[in-house]
Protein backbone atom coordinates (compact mmCIF):
# COMPACT_ATOMS: atom_id res chain seq x y z
CA UNK A 1 0.00 0.00 0.00
CA UNK A 2 3.21 2.24 0.63
CA UNK A 3 4.43 1.74 -2.37
CA UNK A 4 1.00 3.13 -4.22
CA UNK A 5 1.06 5.87 -2.06
CA UNK A 6 4.01 7.21 -3.03
CA UNK A 7 3.93 6.47 -6.92
CA UNK A 8 0.22 8.04 -6.55
CA UNK A 9 2.52 11.53 -4.97
CA UNK A 10 5.08 11.31 -7.50
CA UNK A 11 2.24 11.65 -10.33
CA UNK A 12 0.25 14.03 -8.30
CA UNK A 13 3.01 16.59 -7.84
CA UNK A 14 3.84 15.84 -11.28
CA UNK A 15 0.45 16.31 -13.09
CA UNK A 16 -0.31 19.31 -10.36
CA UNK A 17 2.77 21.24 -11.73
CA UNK A 18 1.77 20.97 -14.52
CA UNK A 19 -1.60 22.62 -14.34
CA UNK A 20 -0.35 25.39 -12.60
CA UNK A 21 1.80 26.00 -15.19
CA UNK A 22 5.34 25.79 -13.78
CA UNK A 23 8.49 24.24 -15.12
CA UNK A 24 9.03 21.15 -13.93
CA UNK A 25 11.96 18.97 -13.61
CA UNK A 26 11.39 15.02 -12.80
CA UNK A 27 14.67 12.86 -12.43
CA UNK A 28 14.50 9.19 -12.30
CA UNK A 29 17.80 7.46 -12.76
CA UNK A 30 19.97 5.00 -10.57
CA UNK A 31 22.55 6.74 -7.79
CA UNK A 32 25.53 4.56 -6.75
CA UNK A 33 26.51 4.88 -3.47
CA UNK A 34 29.61 3.05 -1.68
CA UNK A 35 27.61 0.38 -0.74
CA UNK A 36 24.73 -0.37 -4.07
CA UNK A 37 22.79 0.72 -6.15
CA UNK A 38 19.52 2.59 -5.92
CA UNK A 39 16.66 3.47 -8.29
CA UNK A 40 15.94 7.02 -7.58
CA UNK A 41 12.66 8.86 -8.24
CA UNK A 42 12.11 13.39 -8.28
CA UNK A 43 9.70 15.70 -9.42
CA UNK A 44 10.54 18.92 -8.51
CA UNK A 45 8.11 21.91 -9.65
CA UNK A 46 9.90 24.95 -10.10
CA UNK A 47 8.56 28.32 -8.52
CA UNK A 48 9.46 31.59 -10.72
CA UNK A 49 9.27 35.28 -8.92
CA UNK A 50 10.77 37.50 -11.45
CA UNK A 51 14.59 37.28 -10.82
CA UNK A 52 14.21 34.39 -8.36
CA UNK A 53 13.44 30.43 -8.63
CA UNK A 54 12.35 28.19 -5.97
CA UNK A 55 12.58 24.24 -6.71
CA UNK A 56 11.57 22.20 -3.61
CA UNK A 57 11.69 18.22 -5.00
CA UNK A 58 9.61 15.43 -3.78
CA UNK A 59 11.67 12.10 -3.38
CA UNK A 60 11.87 8.41 -3.08
CA UNK A 61 14.50 5.39 -3.95
CA UNK A 62 14.62 1.94 -3.83
CA UNK A 63 17.30 -0.63 -3.97
CA UNK A 64 15.03 -2.71 -7.06
CA UNK A 65 11.75 -2.82 -8.55
CA UNK A 66 9.38 -3.06 -6.06
CA UNK A 67 11.12 -2.74 -2.59
CA UNK A 68 10.52 -0.99 0.16
CA UNK A 69 10.59 2.70 -0.53
CA UNK A 70 12.39 5.27 1.06
CA UNK A 71 12.17 8.91 1.36
CA UNK A 72 14.79 11.40 0.24
CA UNK A 73 17.83 10.45 -1.29
CA UNK A 74 20.14 7.76 -1.17
CA UNK A 75 21.57 7.50 1.96
CA UNK A 76 24.91 8.97 2.78
CA UNK A 77 28.18 8.41 5.01
CA UNK A 78 26.79 8.39 8.51
CA UNK A 79 22.61 8.96 7.37
CA UNK A 80 20.04 6.20 7.56
CA UNK A 81 17.44 5.41 5.17
CA UNK A 82 14.16 7.44 6.18
CA UNK A 83 10.74 6.13 5.94
CA UNK A 84 10.11 9.92 7.86
CA UNK A 85 6.94 11.20 5.09
CA UNK A 86 8.42 14.53 4.94
CA UNK A 87 11.74 13.78 4.36
CA UNK A 88 10.63 12.88 1.03
CA UNK A 89 10.55 16.46 0.46
CA UNK A 90 13.62 18.73 -0.38
CA UNK A 91 14.90 22.00 -1.46
CA UNK A 92 16.68 21.28 -5.04
CA UNK A 93 16.98 25.01 -6.34
CA UNK A 94 17.44 28.70 -5.05
CA UNK A 95 18.61 30.84 -6.92
CA UNK A 96 18.18 34.93 -7.66
CA UNK A 97 20.78 36.85 -9.85
CA UNK A 98 20.55 40.39 -9.46
CA UNK A 99 23.31 42.97 -11.45
CA UNK A 100 25.88 42.93 -8.59
CA UNK A 101 24.67 39.46 -6.76
CA UNK A 102 23.72 36.38 -7.73
CA UNK A 103 23.25 33.26 -5.69
CA UNK A 104 22.49 29.54 -6.11
CA UNK A 105 21.69 26.33 -4.12
CA UNK A 106 21.20 23.06 -6.14
CA UNK A 107 22.53 20.42 -8.12
CA UNK A 108 26.08 21.40 -9.83
CA UNK A 109 26.98 21.82 -13.12
CA UNK A 110 30.27 21.82 -14.85
CA UNK A 111 32.87 24.30 -13.85
CA UNK A 112 36.01 25.35 -15.87
CA UNK A 113 38.04 28.27 -15.38
CA UNK A 114 40.55 29.98 -18.10
CA UNK A 115 41.13 27.72 -20.68
CA UNK A 116 41.02 24.73 -18.22
CA UNK A 117 44.90 24.42 -17.60
CA UNK A 118 43.88 23.60 -13.91
CA UNK A 119 40.00 23.47 -13.81
CA UNK A 120 38.34 21.43 -16.53
CA UNK A 121 34.83 20.15 -16.65
CA UNK A 122 34.93 19.59 -12.94
CA UNK A 123 31.61 17.90 -11.35
CA UNK A 124 30.05 15.69 -9.17
CA UNK A 125 26.78 14.46 -11.07
CA UNK A 126 23.85 14.53 -8.86
CA UNK A 127 25.48 16.58 -5.98
CA UNK A 128 24.61 20.01 -4.75
CA UNK A 129 26.04 22.99 -3.73
CA UNK A 130 26.07 26.85 -3.41
CA UNK A 131 27.85 29.38 -5.74
CA UNK A 132 27.52 33.02 -4.37
CA UNK A 133 28.79 35.96 -6.39
CA UNK A 134 29.42 39.56 -5.48
CA UNK A 135 30.15 42.21 -8.19
CA UNK A 136 29.09 42.89 -11.35
CA UNK A 137 29.91 39.30 -13.69
CA UNK A 138 30.71 41.74 -17.01
CA UNK A 139 33.25 43.78 -15.00
CA UNK A 140 34.69 42.72 -11.88
CA UNK A 141 33.05 40.54 -9.46
CA UNK A 142 34.08 37.94 -6.94
CA UNK A 143 32.22 34.30 -6.60
CA UNK A 144 32.65 31.36 -4.28
CA UNK A 145 31.43 27.81 -4.85
CA UNK A 146 30.93 25.76 -1.91
CA UNK A 147 29.98 21.90 -1.56
CA UNK A 148 27.01 22.12 0.40
CA UNK A 149 23.29 20.06 1.12
CA UNK A 150 20.80 19.64 3.24
CA UNK A 151 20.35 15.38 3.67
CA UNK A 152 16.78 15.74 5.42
CA UNK A 153 14.50 17.90 7.02
CA UNK A 154 13.55 15.82 9.66
CA UNK A 155 15.93 15.37 11.98
CA UNK A 156 17.35 18.09 9.88
CA UNK A 157 20.72 16.96 8.63
CA UNK A 158 23.48 18.91 6.24
CA UNK A 159 26.69 17.71 4.73
CA UNK A 160 28.90 17.77 1.25
CA UNK A 161 29.18 14.63 -0.94
CA UNK A 162 31.73 16.83 -2.76
CA UNK A 163 34.81 18.14 -1.49
CA UNK A 164 36.16 21.05 -3.72
CA UNK A 165 35.56 24.12 -3.03
CA UNK A 166 37.27 27.22 -4.59
CA UNK A 167 37.51 31.45 -4.94
CA UNK A 168 37.09 32.89 -8.69
CA UNK A 169 37.83 36.60 -9.05
CA UNK A 170 38.12 38.75 -12.24
CA UNK A 171 38.43 41.91 -13.61
CA UNK A 172 37.79 43.91 -17.08
CA UNK A 173 39.38 47.01 -17.87
CA UNK A 174 39.89 48.91 -21.25
CA UNK A 175 39.07 45.22 -22.57
CA UNK A 176 42.26 43.43 -20.49
CA UNK A 177 40.33 40.61 -18.65
CA UNK A 178 42.10 39.23 -15.34
CA UNK A 179 40.90 36.47 -13.83
CA UNK A 180 42.23 34.36 -10.70
CA UNK A 181 41.13 31.44 -9.23
CA UNK A 182 41.73 29.08 -5.69
CA UNK A 183 40.31 25.64 -4.96
CA UNK A 184 41.22 23.14 -2.45
CA UNK A 185 39.25 20.27 -1.09
CA UNK A 186 41.06 20.84 2.53
CA UNK A 187 37.85 21.14 4.00
CA UNK A 188 36.49 17.81 3.66
CA UNK A 189 39.32 15.46 2.11
CA UNK A 190 39.86 12.02 4.00
CA UNK A 191 42.73 11.03 1.94
CA UNK A 192 45.00 13.87 0.13
CA UNK A 193 44.62 17.36 0.73
CA UNK A 194 45.10 19.81 -2.72
CA UNK A 195 45.66 23.65 -2.86
CA UNK A 196 45.24 24.78 -6.78
CA UNK A 197 45.38 28.33 -8.06
CA UNK A 198 45.28 29.87 -11.65
CA UNK A 199 45.89 33.23 -13.03
CA UNK A 200 44.46 34.23 -16.64
CA UNK A 201 45.76 37.73 -18.53
CA UNK A 202 43.81 37.90 -21.76
CA UNK A 203 43.51 41.20 -24.35
CA UNK A 204 40.48 41.32 -26.42
CA UNK A 205 41.69 42.35 -29.75
CA UNK A 206 38.52 42.71 -31.74
CA UNK A 207 36.83 39.33 -32.25
CA UNK A 208 40.46 37.98 -31.63
CA UNK A 209 41.99 37.43 -28.02
CA UNK A 210 46.18 36.60 -26.60
CA UNK A 211 47.18 36.08 -23.62
CA UNK A 212 48.47 34.03 -20.66
CA UNK A 213 48.17 31.58 -18.00
CA UNK A 214 50.05 30.31 -15.42
CA UNK A 215 48.85 27.77 -12.77
CA UNK A 216 49.87 25.83 -9.12
CA UNK A 217 48.90 22.72 -8.09
CA UNK A 218 50.34 21.32 -4.41
CA UNK A 219 49.32 17.75 -3.00
CA UNK A 220 50.21 16.28 0.38
CA UNK A 221 48.29 13.64 2.21
CA UNK A 222 45.46 13.96 4.28
CA UNK A 223 46.09 11.47 7.23
CA UNK A 224 49.43 9.65 8.06
CA UNK A 225 47.95 6.15 7.13
CA UNK A 226 48.19 7.37 3.42
CA UNK A 227 51.65 6.53 2.15
CA UNK A 228 52.78 9.84 -0.60
CA UNK A 229 55.03 12.98 -0.45
CA UNK A 230 54.00 15.87 -0.40
CA UNK A 231 54.72 17.54 -4.02
CA UNK A 232 54.03 20.95 -5.75
CA UNK A 233 54.36 22.22 -9.16
CA UNK A 234 53.76 25.07 -11.86
CA UNK A 235 52.59 25.35 -15.17
CA UNK A 236 52.89 28.41 -17.55
CA UNK A 237 51.08 28.69 -20.57
CA UNK A 238 50.80 31.63 -23.88
CA UNK A 239 48.20 31.46 -26.57
CA UNK A 240 44.74 33.09 -27.56
CA UNK A 241 41.92 32.62 -29.84
CA UNK A 242 38.24 33.82 -31.72
CA UNK A 243 35.24 33.88 -31.18
CA UNK A 244 32.29 34.70 -33.73
CA UNK A 245 28.66 34.02 -34.40
CA UNK A 246 28.66 30.26 -34.26
CA UNK A 247 32.07 29.29 -33.76
CA UNK A 248 35.31 29.62 -30.88
CA UNK A 249 38.52 28.28 -31.18
CA UNK A 250 41.13 28.74 -27.79
CA UNK A 251 44.33 27.57 -27.70
CA UNK A 252 47.21 27.12 -25.89
CA UNK A 253 50.17 25.82 -28.29
CA UNK A 254 53.02 26.57 -25.88
CA UNK A 255 53.03 25.41 -22.04
CA UNK A 256 55.66 24.95 -19.37
CA UNK A 257 54.78 21.96 -17.20
CA UNK A 258 57.43 21.92 -14.03
CA UNK A 259 57.92 18.26 -12.43
CA UNK A 260 54.63 17.60 -10.42
CA UNK A 261 52.18 19.18 -12.64
CA UNK A 262 49.38 18.16 -14.79
CA UNK A 263 47.05 19.67 -17.32
CA UNK A 264 43.13 19.77 -16.33
CA UNK A 265 43.93 18.45 -12.33
CA UNK A 266 40.47 19.32 -11.13
CA UNK A 267 38.50 17.32 -13.89
CA UNK A 268 35.56 15.22 -14.21
CA UNK A 269 37.43 12.79 -12.41
CA UNK A 270 38.48 14.90 -9.46
CA UNK A 271 35.90 13.37 -6.81
CA UNK A 272 36.65 9.70 -7.96
CA UNK A 273 40.09 8.84 -7.41
CA UNK A 274 40.93 5.13 -8.41
CA UNK A 275 37.39 4.32 -9.62
CA UNK A 276 38.07 5.13 -13.63
CA UNK A 277 39.21 3.55 -15.92
CA UNK A 278 41.44 6.60 -16.98
CA UNK A 279 44.98 7.15 -15.53
CA UNK A 280 44.37 9.29 -12.08
CA UNK A 281 45.71 13.09 -12.53
CA UNK A 282 46.65 12.20 -9.10
CA UNK A 283 49.14 9.38 -10.06
CA UNK A 284 50.48 11.26 -13.04
CA UNK A 285 51.12 13.80 -11.27
CA UNK A 286 53.12 12.12 -8.09
CA UNK A 287 54.87 10.13 -11.05
CA UNK A 288 55.85 13.15 -13.01
CA UNK A 289 59.33 13.70 -12.25
CA UNK A 290 60.50 16.12 -15.07
CA UNK A 291 59.27 19.30 -16.95
CA UNK A 292 57.65 19.23 -20.21
CA UNK A 293 55.95 20.75 -22.41
CA UNK A 294 52.46 21.00 -23.37
CA UNK A 295 49.38 22.79 -25.16
CA UNK A 296 45.71 22.20 -25.49
CA UNK A 297 42.95 23.00 -27.99
CA UNK A 298 39.61 23.94 -27.58
CA UNK A 299 37.01 24.07 -30.45
CA UNK A 300 33.16 25.16 -29.68
CA UNK A 301 30.29 25.04 -32.70
CA UNK A 302 27.02 25.97 -31.58
CA UNK A 303 23.97 26.61 -34.55
CA UNK A 304 20.88 28.44 -32.04
CA UNK A 305 19.71 25.53 -30.32
CA UNK A 306 19.83 22.79 -32.84
CA UNK A 307 23.33 22.11 -32.67
CA UNK A 308 26.04 22.05 -29.70
CA UNK A 309 29.82 20.63 -30.35
CA UNK A 310 32.70 20.59 -28.54
CA UNK A 311 36.17 19.08 -29.15
CA UNK A 312 39.35 19.11 -27.24
CA UNK A 313 43.10 18.12 -27.72
CA UNK A 314 45.62 18.20 -24.88
CA UNK A 315 48.65 16.57 -24.27
CA UNK A 316 52.29 16.60 -23.00
CA UNK A 317 55.65 16.74 -25.07
CA UNK A 318 59.40 16.32 -24.37
CA UNK A 319 61.60 19.00 -25.41
CA UNK A 320 63.70 17.56 -27.77
CA UNK A 321 60.00 16.91 -29.54
CA UNK A 322 61.12 13.24 -29.56
CA UNK A 323 57.84 12.06 -27.32
CA UNK A 324 54.15 12.75 -26.32
CA UNK A 325 52.43 11.72 -23.48
CA UNK A 326 49.10 12.15 -21.38
CA UNK A 327 47.15 12.49 -24.84
CA UNK A 328 43.43 13.17 -23.55
CA UNK A 329 40.87 13.03 -26.95
CA UNK A 330 37.33 14.74 -25.66
CA UNK A 331 34.20 15.54 -27.53
CA UNK A 332 30.38 15.66 -27.22
CA UNK A 333 27.87 16.51 -29.71
CA UNK A 334 24.09 17.69 -28.67
CA UNK A 335 21.28 17.92 -31.69
CA UNK A 336 18.11 19.01 -31.14
CA UNK A 337 14.78 18.64 -33.46
CA UNK A 338 14.37 21.41 -35.67
CA UNK A 339 10.40 20.26 -35.34
CA UNK A 340 8.27 21.24 -33.19
CA UNK A 341 5.56 18.24 -33.64
CA UNK A 342 8.67 15.64 -33.55
CA UNK A 343 10.72 16.90 -30.41
CA UNK A 344 13.65 14.79 -30.26
CA UNK A 345 17.44 14.81 -29.26
CA UNK A 346 20.90 12.95 -30.04
CA UNK A 347 23.64 13.03 -27.62
CA UNK A 348 27.20 11.45 -27.77
CA UNK A 349 30.32 11.67 -25.92
CA UNK A 350 33.92 10.56 -26.24
CA UNK A 351 36.74 10.74 -24.33
CA UNK A 352 40.12 9.03 -24.70
CA UNK A 353 43.33 8.68 -23.18
CA UNK A 354 46.55 8.31 -25.97
CA UNK A 355 49.82 6.39 -25.99
CA UNK A 356 50.94 7.83 -28.64
CA UNK A 357 50.67 10.69 -31.45
CA UNK A 358 49.67 8.22 -34.61
CA UNK A 359 45.61 9.35 -34.78
CA UNK A 360 46.09 6.96 -37.35
CA UNK A 361 45.68 4.27 -34.84
CA UNK A 362 42.65 6.34 -33.17
CA UNK A 363 40.44 5.68 -36.08
CA UNK A 364 41.68 2.18 -37.13
CA UNK A 365 40.50 1.37 -33.51
CA UNK A 366 38.19 3.95 -31.98
CA UNK A 367 38.18 2.04 -28.59
CA UNK A 368 40.25 0.24 -25.64
CA UNK A 369 40.42 0.13 -22.43
CA UNK A 370 41.26 4.13 -22.22
CA UNK A 371 37.58 4.94 -24.14
CA UNK A 372 34.62 6.64 -22.44
CA UNK A 373 31.99 6.42 -25.30
CA UNK A 374 28.24 6.43 -25.14
CA UNK A 375 25.24 7.92 -27.34
CA UNK A 376 21.35 8.78 -26.82
CA UNK A 377 19.04 9.13 -28.64
CA UNK A 378 15.59 10.48 -26.65
CA UNK A 379 12.15 11.16 -27.63
CA UNK A 380 9.91 13.98 -25.56
CA UNK A 381 6.85 12.29 -25.27
CA UNK A 382 5.52 15.63 -22.90
CA UNK A 383 7.23 18.41 -21.32
CA UNK A 384 10.26 17.42 -19.26
CA UNK A 385 9.79 13.88 -19.85
CA UNK A 386 11.94 11.30 -22.35
CA UNK A 387 12.71 7.73 -23.02
CA UNK A 388 15.88 7.17 -24.58
CA UNK A 389 17.99 4.35 -26.39
CA UNK A 390 21.45 4.75 -24.65
CA UNK A 391 24.52 2.76 -26.39
CA UNK A 392 27.80 2.73 -24.69
CA UNK A 393 30.58 0.91 -24.53
CA UNK A 394 32.13 -1.14 -21.49
CA UNK A 395 35.94 -0.64 -21.22
CA UNK A 396 36.42 -3.82 -18.73
CA UNK A 397 34.55 -6.37 -20.89
CA UNK A 398 35.46 -4.67 -24.25
CA UNK A 399 31.97 -4.49 -25.47
CA UNK A 400 29.13 -2.41 -26.56
CA UNK A 401 26.25 -2.52 -24.22
CA UNK A 402 22.71 -0.68 -24.71
CA UNK A 403 19.69 0.06 -22.02
CA UNK A 404 16.44 2.14 -22.48
CA UNK A 405 15.86 4.56 -20.05
CA UNK A 406 12.69 6.79 -18.85
CA UNK A 407 13.29 9.78 -17.42
CA UNK A 408 13.41 13.40 -17.27
CA UNK A 409 15.45 16.56 -18.79
CA UNK A 410 17.75 17.07 -15.72
CA UNK A 411 18.51 20.94 -16.33
CA UNK A 412 17.80 22.56 -13.11
Same mark, same amino acid.
Given at each position: ????????????????????????????????????????????????????????????? =???? $?????????????????????????????????????????????????? /?????????????????????SDTAYISGHIPFEIYKLSPFEIGNQSKFSFLEGALNISGIDLSVMVGTNQ???????????????????????? /?????????????????????????? $??? $???????????????????????????????????????????? =???????????????????????????????????????????????????????????????????????????????????????????????????? /??????????????????????? /??????
Open positions: MKKIIVLIGLLSVFVLSFSFGLTVVPIFTTIETEEEENLFYSVTPIFEFDTVKIGVGFEAY =QSEI $GGTFYYGKPRYENTEDSTNLINAFNINLVEFDFNNFGFRYGYMPRYSFGM /GTVMYRYTKPMTKAVDIRLGNLYSEWKNDLVANIGIYKDLGGLFA /GVESGYIFTSPAATSVDFDAESGFLM $GAG $GGFNSEYFSFRALPVIYISPHAVLSYVDEDYEYIGQTTNVSKHE =QLLSKTESSLGGLYDLVFEYTDLIALNARYSYDMTFDFSSISNQELFGDLRINSPFSEYPFELYGYYRRNLDSLDFVEVFEDLFDEETEFEYEFSYFFMP /GMKISYIEYYDQDDDIFKNKIHL /GGSFNF
